[in-house]
């Protein structure tokens, strides 16, 4: 069973917004992490967020991070079309490094 | 330089075939791992090597999947008689660290098998 789980399951935004995609968990965990995977590409990590950090920046991303909800976040800001694609968040719990990863979020980004 | 790669990248299989998948890690990558990714879903974990080791299997769905990896390196994943709920993709990953925890995972592009 999966346990991360991403809301919503489909979002659509014009070029140039901010997309914001969220995730929950069930269990505690060592790390979260998230990926993109474009149509004909395998996944591609994006950012890592450990469980005693709240909030994480990489480029155009921001990840937080509420242990206490048991709840992440990840904001793409200023969209563009390459940003088309399905990202996905995945925990890692203590046992050997397997990840669970929620069902995904498709991210359309209109020109 | 180069990264996971897998193959055959599709297969179609008729049902109750035998299908063998390939994964190449990463040069050095200790770690290598097989999920299965639905269609419209998230990938999900099935088995996880260290080295030649297999070190949790947990994830395999029936005694119809066997994975190795023999040396180390290069891993098969091998579906016996397949039945039309095997259709997925399936993805291979790789890490570089002995304790998986902290590194992160080089995924491949996948194999697509479609069971008739």
């Known amino acids: 069973s999966q346990q991360g789980e991403e809301d919503p399951q489909a979002l659509s935004i014009q070029e140039g917004e901010n997309a914001t995609m969220n995730c929950s968990y069930k269990t505690s965990i060592n790390n979260l992490q998230w990926y993109r995977q474009n149509s004909g590409r395998g996944l591609v990590h994006l950012i890592l967020i450990r469980s005693n950090e709240r909030e994480k920046h990489s480029g155009r991303l921001r990840v937080t991070l509420d242990t206490s909800k048991k709840s992440s976040s990840l904001l793409i800001t200023a969209s563009r079309a390459a940003d088309t694609a399905s990202y996905f968040c995945?925990?890692?719990?203590?046992?050997?490094?397997?990840?669970?990863f929620g069902r995904g979020t498709q991210l359309t980004v209109w020109p | 330089g180069a990264g996971v790669s897998q193959s055959p990248r599709y297969k179609v299989a008729k049902r109750g075939q035998d299908v063998a998948l390939r994964c190449d890690p990463i040069s050095g990558h200790v770690s290598l791992f097989w999920y299965q990714q639905a269609l419209g879903q998230g990938p999900e974990f099935l088995t996880y090597f260290q080295n030649e080791a297999q070190l949790d299997k947990s994830g395999l769905p029936s005694d119809r999947f066997f994975a190795e990896r023999p040396e180390g390196s290069v891993s098969t994943l091998k579906i016996q008689r397949t039945q039309q709920e095997d259709s997925a993709v399936y993805l291979c990953a790789s890490s570089l660290n002995r304790t998986p925890q902290r590194g992160e995972q080089f995924f491949g592009p996948g194999t697509r098998l479609t069971v008739l």
């Open positions: 995945a925990t890692r719990g203590s046992t050997l490094g397997r990840l669970y």
